[in-house]
């Protein structure tokens, strides 16, 4: 089966700038989340969806940040307009099920810098 | 709130030596673990999961872990240590029965594998 998709897998744009990211999960996965890492911090956690509604975005920072999931097929991650501290890599993760059931598979990311 | 503490954020082994990485965990539920792996410009690879049953967990490149209520520990262990297995680790958490999909992530331990 194929993996999770992300693109692109580098964006660099200059502070001010918009950039979607997209992300395009295994085929039936209702479950879809963001993820980011910020250099040298920990990966965290930034929204699910199910299906197309997001069922948590607790983890969103701010609201330059929109995520859609239109269709609950692939979703788009904005960054509008982006800022120096937003650079870092963006992963996206999909799930048939919870994560005690497999655990997630996640897409290779895209690693983004703002200048 | 769950939280992971990955005790090393390097640990430099000798082809063919054992690996040991560390984790402890804090969860307020009997939470799920897992241990993912990052090669260089690749995604997040799922190594292994614990969901409540055994407590040796084994995965993926003769990766093992094992689970310790007592300690609240997750230790990942490799007997023989191959060039491939460098890269960064990631213990992460997870309970469900909190109310979210969230995964918490570790701040990642580097493995470096001398020749």
């Known amino acids: 089966e194929a993996g999770v998709t992300q693109f692109p897998s580098h964006s660099v744009i200059e502070k001010g700038q918009t950039v979607t990211l997209r992300c395009d999960p295994i085929s039936g996965h209702d479950n879809l989340y963001w993820y980011r890492r910020v250099m040298g911090k920990e990966i965290k956690f930034l929204l699910h969806f199910v299906k197309e509604s997001k069922q948590d975005e607790s983890g969103m920072p701010n609201n330059r940040f929109l995520a859609e999931r239109t269709g609950g097929t692939y979703s788009t991650l904005k960054v509008q307009p982006a800022e120096l501290e937003d650079s870092g890599v963006y992963f996206c993760?999909?799930?048939?099920?919870?994560?005690?059931?497999?655990?997630?598979?996640f897409g290779s990311g895209t690693r983004l810098t703002v200048v | 709130a769950q939280s992971v503490t990955q005790l090393d954020s390097h640990v430099s082994v000798s082809e063919g030596t054992p690996v040991l990485l560390r984790c402890n965990y804090s969860s307020s539920y009997s939470p799920s673990l897992f241990w993912y792996v990052q090669h260089p410009n690749k995604g997040l690879q799922l190594l292994l999961k614990y969901t409540s049953a055994a407590t040796l967990v084994k995965g993926i490149n003769g990766f093992e872990a094992e689970f310790k209520k007592s300690e609240t520990s997750f230790h990942l262990t490799k007997p023989s240590a191959h060039m491939s297995d460098a890269a960064e680790y990631f213990c992460v958490v997870s309970d469900p029965r909190a109310g979210s999909y969230q995964l918490t992530f570790g701040k990642g331990t580097k493995l470096s594998v001398i020749p």
């Open positions: 993760a999909s799930s048939l099920a919870g994560p005690g059931k497999d655990g997630y598979t």
